[in-house]
């Protein structure tokens, strides 16, 4: 599997291409207490993911994971519904990325929640919560950045939840590749 990121032609409506993590690689990084359902990322982001946790822990706040790595199959049902819901593929991948295009099936990458604040998980009112100012001052120690902050240069919507890790050279080589 090919840790480089692809190049601009390889993407599909503001979304590169990214290769699959294989499920050998993934770790538990925590559980999503609304589903019950483990989430998981490769092991060296699920070690500094719960650091992380356990960093904002320390300071009272409930940083909690909603989902992590996601396979192909998964994205395409995510895909279709968004399709549905939104009425074209290109309106759609606005919000959730074209299979073989998601930051998730990286396996680096996750979206974050406030555990005392259910009602802002995946949604942007998540950006008026504690657990999101913290993570704007230290995710970057522990590794992690804002995937799509307001106005990237990809054109998807401002999603302040979906983090994605860069504390490790393969992280970065995909991410950032020069």
């Known amino acids: 599997m090919s840790l480089v990121a692809p190049a601009a032609a390889e993407e599909r409506f503001g979304h590169r291409r990214y290769a699959e993590a294989s499920p050998e690689g993934l770790a538990a990084a925590g559980l999503y207490r609304s589903t019950g359902r483990v989430v998981q990322l490769r092991a ?6 719960q650091a992380m946790v356990a960093a904002a822990g ?10 992590g790595f996601r396979p192909l ?6 895909f279709k519904r968004a399709v549905r819901r939104y009425g074209s593929e290109r309106k759609a991948a606005r919000w959730v990325a074209p299979p073989g295009h998601s930051e998730h099936h990286t396996g680096w990458t996750l979206d974050l929640g406030d555990g005392d604040r259910p ?3 995946i ?4 950006e008026n919560t ?3 100012a913290w993570l704007v001052k230290n995710a970057a120690a522990h590794g992690f ?3 799509f902050p307001k106005g990237n ?9 979906h983090w994605r890790f860069v504390g490790d050279a393969d992280a970065r080589g995909v991410f950032h590749p020069d």
């Open 44 to 49: 060296s982001a699920a070690t500094a993911f």
């Open 58 to 67: 320390a300071e009272g706040l409930s940083l909690i994971p909603i989902s």
């Open 153 to 161: 240069p990809q054109g998807v919507n401002y999603e302040p939840w």
């Open 130 to 132: 504690p657990v999101f």
């Open 73 to 78: 199959v998964y994205q395409r049902g995510l």
């Open 123 to 126: 949604d942007t009112a998540f």
């Open 119 to 121: 009602a802002t998980d």
């Open 145 to 147: 950045e804002l995937s």
